[in-house]
């Protein structure tokens, strides 16, 4: 196994409604993000991690096929505004628990709850990693904003054309609650690309859209890895500057080296660009 690796899996729905799901899936994405900053620490990307969603499989063998030595499993019960929210970290060598903790709040401190369990990690693994500064930034205040945002994330990964259109009202929606939302905006340019890419939304409309919600991400915020990837989409898919579409690609990675899918995305790039090798 790789030394200092943590796989973040899915936490489980345990709400009685089962569209909670988005908040569960953003709650662990959420945190791989945020141990994604730490230096030396390998994390399992989210679409390999997700892969053992809704599957009873022991840990000690999603570590092997993660190639991790820690896993960080929870579950959210959600009852009106009331979260509880349990996260435990394991030992993928021998089953055990390193730590865990119980998290009974309010909606309103969903983000505080997210870096407290970042930094309970952190804490747990310091002999093997050492303590580092949580590096957190909240890119909205409106926690409406910010559940549409999750849902539109939800829907996207599902990558089927009914579910990418519910992402694209999502983000509508998101951005509509919070125009200063860079990610939403992002979300926003990556799904009108994705759409017209797959012809489910006219392409000449699709580019006035995507190039619409970059320049407003990029105005908003351009040190975000998703809005350098959005710049990266309008500049490889619409516009064909490899060199710009590069540029941004770069940039997205030195912003976020833990970034796993502006790491795909270069190596898209230099494939078309026929830097096989490279790649």
Excluded at 28 to 52: C, G, H, M, P, Y
Excluded at 243 to 268: D, Q, T, W
Aim: charged share 30%.
């Amino acid at each position: 196994k790789a030394e200092k690796s943590i796989a973040v899996l899915s936490f489980k729905n345990m709400s009685a409604d089962p569209e909670q799901e988005y908040f569960c899936e953003g709650m662990a994405e959420e945190i791989i993000n945020s141990l994604t900053q730490i230096k030396d620490l390998k994390v399992a990307a989210r679409s390999s991690a997700f892969t053992f969603k809704g599957r009873e499989t022991d840990i000690r063998e999603i570590g092997r096929k993660l190639n991790v030595d820690k896993i960080l499993e929870g579950s959210v019960r959600k009852v009106g505004n009331r979260l509880r929210i349990m996260a435990q970290l394991i030992n993928v060598e021998d089953g055990y628990h390193l730590w865990s903790e119980r998290y009974d709040r309010e909606m309103e401190d969903v983000f505080a709850i997210q870096d407290e369990i970042t930094i309970q990690i952190i804490s747990a693994l310091k002999m093997t990693f050492g303590e580092q500064k949580l590096r957190s930034k909240r890119h909205t205040d409106n926690l409406e904003a910010y559940h549409l945002y999750l849902k539109g994330r939800h829907f996207w990964h599902r990558r089927q054309p009914a579910s990418m259109r519910k992402a694209l009202e999502t983000y509508q929606l998101a951005a509509e609650k919070d125009p200063s939302y860079a990610l939403a905006q992002a979300g926003l340019a990556w799904i009108y690309c994705i759409l017209g890419l797959y012809g489910l939304f006219p392409q000449d409309q699709a580019y006035a859209k995507v190039k619409e919600a970059t320049e407003q991400a990029i105005n908003l915020d351009d040190s975000l890895g998703d809005v350098q990837i959005a710049l990266w989409s309008i500049n490889i898919f619409y516009e064909w500057d490899w060199k710009e579409a590069e540029r941004a690609i770069k940039r997205a990675i030195e912003l976020e080296p833990g970034n796993v899918e502006a790491h795909c995305f270069y190596g898209l790039l230099l494939a078309c660009m026929g830097r096989r090798k490279e790649a």
